[in-house]
């Protein structure tokens, strides 16, 4: 506007600013900063632009849609959203009928005195009086002898109504009942609808229940401005209307809503998830119903917000298929959690091996009954059980078990181990029998459902729940041999159709060793307290990621992340199966095996005990037989275990460089004995400081055990 140099004289009554020229020239930068970016308009590559719009593509089908079971689900809420609304304007009929009732009389005045001033003009009356105050003759007559032409008409039509009135009257009077009531209501009607003060509406809006009441975009910009986020508060004081980016409408999804928000620059799901409590508060929601999640294959600041019309753990769950009739196949994806959808989400046994973790008491050992029951409705499945925390959780899969054992004393143990050791040597003739079959019949080198069925190949799925496996692999004796044996089977075990389930309540480095824990690709990771015991279990960089099992409240039994099957970590609700149900399930199943002829081991009653002469493995004692050095490096030490005992520590042996120092710096732990920088040399006689041993913490924690077993044998 005043570019040019004329324009800009100061006009008279602007003041101009004073610059002080000192403190200006001081504040300037030395070196103004360049900017990088090229001159000219951002060019556009058409395709790349397409393609990205591909990504936010709509669905075609809308969500609720896609499925007979949830498109029946929408239906249900509409139709019972209209039939809450129609039941409560019936339920209030009475009160509008007195309301219409009361204000009738009103209406009947408003009615008379607005006829009667209609019949007579009187709208023109202040005119004409202002061509009398005028004495303006004319205009008076003229505007008289208009009025006097009106009312002759209006009073004949008024007298036309009124004739008509009473002649409705008397057929009304001579009428049956029913229709003179109908006639009362109508004309109360009538007169009340004219009575109406205009503040007071005749009927109510239907309060609609907190618990099906609609989202709305303002809803979950109030909820996300309420978690006290410095950016999103700022965006909501720049912009109150449109602070927040919605990708798409808020719709219907399932049972609840959905929407789509971009957050603020810089501010990511996982900042608000940790605020999950204070958006249920700012939705107005009970917790278990509101559901933030992440959206990876966007960026980390799409927030996809479920809002369900109900907790998630207090929606009926849709029944079990398998609850009453059916069998499984580990080959293919079996029901075993509902999603916040109410759809059932499935998992295929075959082929992982599994990890259950969470804090005590919120369904862990639920749901490891509920997939060894899976597993029990595969009749080809060999069930081993093991139940450390000893209570009989899993007592009810007795009757299908080949291997079976509640508790955590010494023989239970042994026990334990013995038949452990049985397993790993069917791995390596498992691996045998795969490496030598046909290409053609074994394509990819792993169990297919026809070899899995060839009884004489001996490939059928082994499956090995264990519950509280900590026991295991915290155990003095055998740690570091359940350790060594339960990391062999993670890693080849699915492979080769042996799937092993571990649950345990405190998922730290000790009660997961992380050759087992890195190796798993189911993940069930129901509330745990912290980030640590987070990504133990679901996985390294989970809890950055936004995968927070820490959001999980404490009602929320049975719900967990799901990570493994699909694309994403997922929130699932697991189906709950109480002990009787569970006793049922399992004697269906043993009935099914009994057809089959697949009944074995222990189910058949037969006895398997410990082998008196089992090799005992004690990592203190092999470690004080190899060590002969007063120092020595972790790696050394680990290479001369593998040489002196391949079959218990063999893969130890195979870890590369920091894995083997850590596999036995782990495995240390529970001794007591750190690890620590130690001086050392290698092969060619290059010296450096390494992590490592020193002799003399291996001996002193030998006699320390030895005088503990003493005493404990002496009291
Ligand atoms: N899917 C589920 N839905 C609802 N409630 C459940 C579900 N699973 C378990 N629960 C409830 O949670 C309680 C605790 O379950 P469970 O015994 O499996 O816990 P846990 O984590 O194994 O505990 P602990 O670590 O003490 O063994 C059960 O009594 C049950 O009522």
Redesign the pocket.
């Known amino acids: 506007m005043s570019d040019h140099p004329d324009d800009r004289t100061q006009q008279p009554d602007q003041e101009a600013e004073i610059v002080h020229l000192d403190k200006f020239r001081a504040g300037r930068h030395p070196y103004p900063p360049t900017r990088v970016d090229l001159p000219g308009r951002d060019e556009h590559d058409w395709i790349s632009d397409l393609e990205e719009k591909t990504k936010t593509r709509r669905p075609i089908v809308p969500l609720w849609l896609r499925s007979r079971a949830e498109a029946l689900s929408i239906l249900r809420w509409i139709a019972a959203h209209y039939a809450y609304v129609a039941g409560y304007q019936v339920s209030r009929a009475p009160l509008y009928a007195g309301r219409l009732a009361v204000r009738s009389p009103r209406g009947l005045g408003r009615l008379v005195s607005g006829f009667f001033r209609w019949t007579f003009d009187l709208e023109g009356e202040p005119v004409r009086l202002a061509t009398v105050q005028k004495a303006d003759p004319e205009a008076y007559l003229k505007l008289s002898r208009q009025r006097d032409a009106r009312v002759r008409l209006r009073v004949f039509v008024t007298l036309l109504t009124l004739a008509t009135l009473l002649i409705a009257s008397i057929l009304v009077a001579a009428a049956p009942t029913p229709a003179q009531w109908a006639t009362l209501a109508f004309t109360l009607t009538l007169l009340g609808l004219l009575g109406r003060p205009a503040d007071r509406p005749l009927i109510d809006r239907a309060v609609i229940p907190a618990s099906v009441e609609k989202l709305t975009s303002d809803v979950v910009i109030r909820a996300l401005g309420s978690l006290g986020i410095a950016a999103i508060n700022q965006a909501v004081a720049k912009n109150p209307r449109n602070p927040l980016d919605f990708k798409a409408p808020i719709t219907r999804d399932g049972p609840g809503w959905r929407a789509d928000v971009d957050l603020p620059y810089g501010v990511t799901v996982a900042e608000v998830m940790d605020r999950r409590d204070k958006l249920a508060s700012g939705l107005r929601r009970p917790l278990g119903c509101v559901w933030p999640e992440t959206v990876p294959e966007a960026h980390t600041g799409r927030l996809m917000l479920w809002v369900g019309d109900q907790a998630m ?1 207090k929606a009926r769950q849709p029944a079990w298929p398998l609850l009453r009739s059916g069998s499984a196949d580990l080959f293919k994806p079996t029901a075993f959690a509902t999603d916040q959808r109410g759809r059932f989400v499935g998992l295929t046994l075959m082929f992982v091996s599994v990890i259950i973790g ?1 804090i ?8 490891l009954r509920l997939l060894a029951l899976i597993a029990a409705l595969d009749p080809r499945t060999e069930l081993h059980v093991y139940d450390l ?1 000893g209570t009989g ?1 899993l007592s009810a899969l007795e009757c299908v078990a080949h291997r079976y054992r509640a508790g955590d004393d010494d023989e239970d143990i042994e026990y334990a181990i013995t038949s452990m050791r049985a397993l790993r040597e069917e791995l390596r003739r498992r691996a045998k029998v795969i490496r030598n079959l046909p290409k053609d019949i074994c394509p990819e080198s792993k169990v297919t459902p026809e070899l899995a069925g060839t009884k004489s190949l001996g490939l059928h799925p082994i499956v090995i729940p264990v ?2 496996c900590q026991v295991w692999f915290e155990h003095e004796r055998y740690g570091a041999e359940f350790e060594a044996i339960c990391t062999d089977l993670v890693k080849r075990g699915p492979a080769l159709g042996m799937v092993l389930i571990l ?1 345990t ?1 405190r998922p730290d480095a000790k009660a997961l060793p992380t050759g087992v824990s890195a190796n798993a690709a189911v993940r069930l990771c ?1 509330k745990v307290m912290g980030q640590l015991e987070n990504d133990m279990v679901l996985g390294t960089s989970a809890y950055k990621n936004g995968v927070r099992a820490t959001m999980f409240s404490f009602n929320d ?2 719900i967990c992340y799901f990570s493994g099957e699909g694309e994403n970590p997922r929130i699932v ?4 199966l109480d002990a009787p149900a569970a006793e049922k399930i399992a004697l269906r199943a043993r009935a099914v095996r009994q057809q089959a002829g697949t009944l074995s081991g222990h189910a058949l009653g037969e006895d398997f005990d410990a082998p008196e002469a089992a090799p005992v493995r004690d990592l203190l004692a092999d470690i004080a037989a190899v060590a002969n050095e007063p120092k020595l490096w972790n790696e050394v030490v680990v290479d001369r275990l593998a040489e002196l005992r391949p079959e218990v520590y063999g893969p130890w042996g195979e870890l590369e460089g920091a894995a083997k120092t850590a596999q036995l710096t782990n495995a240390l732990k529970p001794h007591g004995v750190k690890t620590g920088q130690v001086w050392g040399t290698t092969a060619d006689g290059k010296g450096a400081n390494r992590i490592g041993i020193t002799r003399d913490d291996i001996t002193q924690a030998l006699t320390q055990r030895d005088s503990r077993k003493g005493t404990g044998a002496a009291s």
Not at 360 to 367: A, I, N, Q, V, Y
């Open positions: 753990n969470s005590p008491r919120m369904g862990k050992t639920f749901l925390k959780d519950d509280e649950a309540q129901l039994k049975g609700r697991c189906v709950y």
